[in-house]
């Protein structure tokens, strides 16, 4: 029975701050560090061990990834980082305070883009402040693939093909998976797994640093969920 752990990453200082963060790179608030450590002192009181361990090309999510498995002693296990589990592009609005947002566009436009199946964010424009053009991490990206702006559709669509290739085939084959990576790519993932409608997916939170335990059967098929919820340490 091969388990599949979806973390998304601690509090960052921009969570913190309630800013718009998408594909900037802010790092993990205090806090964020210590939720990151609870959740891997959760998966070693669970018993859970790892074979691979994947997560996005933003250090919020790559240090969880590291504190969560240095406390569950398994630091050592193979890792890949990649762009495909990156957060969902928040194109312009990267940046601004979501309060600030909802008092100028209203509450129900600011909820629309962060919580609606296939509303894009306005887009950035190239050459704006927090841009990713030049970003050597990108380098090797065609040009056509880096998003400006991105829906939760749109973020499905670059993260279930890399699971459908790299997760799925190790799930398979019996491996137990962990993924640090962020509100968003990780909702379209459970989206995913969970068959979960286009019209429920708005009300899927992922909380910071609590890690979400799914357990396949030999043909993938879901046999399990169970949440490991930071009261329960
Ligand atoms: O990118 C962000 O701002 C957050 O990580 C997730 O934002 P959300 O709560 O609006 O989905």
Request: charged letters at 30%; aromatic letters at 8%.
């Amino acid at each position: 029975m091969a388990k599949l752990v979806l973390i998304r990453h601690g509090q960052s200082e921009w969570n913190l701050k309630n800013l718009f963060t998408g594909w900037v790179d802010v790092n993990l608030s205090d806090q964020g560090v210590e939720e990151a450590k609870n959740a891997g002192r959760s998966l070693k009181a669970e018993g859970l061990e790892f074979d691979y361990a994947y997560t996005s090309v933003l250090k919020r999510a790559i240090k969880t990834l590291h504190f969560a498995l240095e406390e569950s002693d398994q630091l050592w296990i193979p890792e890949t980082k990649t762009w495909r589990l990156n957060e969902r592009h928040y194109g312009a609005l990267q940046g601004q305070d979501k309060a600030e947002a909802a008092a100028k566009w209203g509450d129900e436009q600011v909820h629309i883009w962060r919580r609606s199946y296939d509303v894009l964010p306005p887009m950035q424009d190239v050459n704006a402040e927090g841009s990713i053009a030049g970003d050597r991490r990108y380098a090797n990206l065609d040009p056509r693939t880096i998003p400006a702006g991105e829906n939760l559709k749109v973020t499905l669509e670059r993260v279930i093909p890399f699971y459908q290739d790299e997760i799925a085939p190790k799930l398979k084959d019996d491996k137990n998976i962990v993924i640090a990576a962020h509100g968003n790519s990780l909702r379209a993932l459970a989206k995913y797994i969970e068959e979960i409608s286009d019209d429920d997916i708005l009300n899927l939170e992922m909380a910071t640093g609590e890690p979400v335990v799914y357990t396949f059967d030999k043909d993938l098929k879901l046999t399990d969920k169970k949440i490991l919820t930071k009261k329960a340490l």
